[in-house]
């Protein structure tokens, strides 16, 4: 499908006089969607829970801690509850809102889906960018932009009630989670494998060792640094690689290293 | 911190947050990238996502909060990601063995 082509999204669910066909197609989209995010939902179960006790302990009041659910952002709610009984309220913010700032990456590299998306579907769709759907959507070019919307939204409405669902969870139950199952530690795992399936090239693999070699280094730098750091250098690594892998292959511009 | 404050907080970090993630979407949306730049934004998703790791493996805690056995449990969850390309396998096979290590040592 050409990128001119109107997205043929227009027969509204349930049209008896539509196209039962393509209804059905795009009713199964939404639920393919749910099945492969599942895999990168489960290791936000624990997390979920974490931040569920921990706003039942935090400083501040438990309902204003689970309205942290407006930034639908884990480690900001998390650092939010947790910093109140410590931090001033300007520290609190720009400390909660630094750490979202790899969003800003995501942003970027997910504009060229956007792009072919109609505009209510920017705005809505911005806010459930989370880690989650930019690994599971980025990559997804093989889909007309009607069905892309759809299994964006049926993954990113999944996330976004699951979570809470989670939080909910987590605040009448989680203490009772034994530590020692070092269940905090599955996010970690799963995006260590996530990355592993996503390098396909070496420029990409170069961008992946070096964005974790530069984050290790930097891991003492406050308010999580570390990430963007490593995605810039990450970033950069990848882009070199690949702008030298294509000069390789072009021999009218050869490179000469004096 | 009292309900006011704090909850005004929490709108200016969700405004905050949403303008990270919203931003670039609406001002790219109907502007040419650069083909460098589109290039470069290729790298994004390995490079986040590496750093990520490496982020949460720390939990806060610097270098020192990377331990042996979590290295291990992602390390071969990346292995197995890496055979079978299914993350559920991955994420078992990773917990599975920093379960193992916990049990032996």
Known sequence: MSANTPPPAAAPDGDPDGHPGRDTDLHGVAKRAIRDVMPLYLPTIPFALVLGVAITESAMPTAVGYSSNLMFAGASQLATVTLAGTATWLTLVITASVINLRHVMYSAAMSTHFRDQPTWFRWVGSFVLIDQMFALTVNRTDMAPSVWRRYYMGAGVFLLVAWIAGVTIGMAVGSAIPTEWRLDITPAVMFGGLVVMGISTRPAAAAAITGAAVCFACLGIPNNGGILLGALAGVTAGFLADRASTRRTRPQEPRRIS | ?105
Do not use: H
Not at chain 2, 6 to 22: E, G, K, L, Q
Not at chain 2, 29 to 47: F, H, K, S
């Open chain 2, 1 to 105: 911190m009292s309900a006011g404050p704090a909850f005004a907080a929490i709108v200016v970090i969700s405004i905050v947050t949403y303008i990270s993630r919203a931003g670039l979407i609406l001002f790219l949306a109907d502007r040419q990238l650069p083909t460098e730049a589109v290039r470069a934004l290729r790298y994004v998703a390995p490079a986040v996502l590496s750093a990520l790791t490496v982020n949460l493996l720390a939990g806060g805690q610097g270098m020192s909060g990377v331990t042996g056995s979590e290295v291990a449990a992602v390390g071969v969850g990346a292995v197995v990601a890496a055979l079978t390309k299914n993350l559920i396998a991955s994420l078992f096979a990773g917990m599975v063995t920093i379960w193992i290590i916990i049990l032996v040592t």
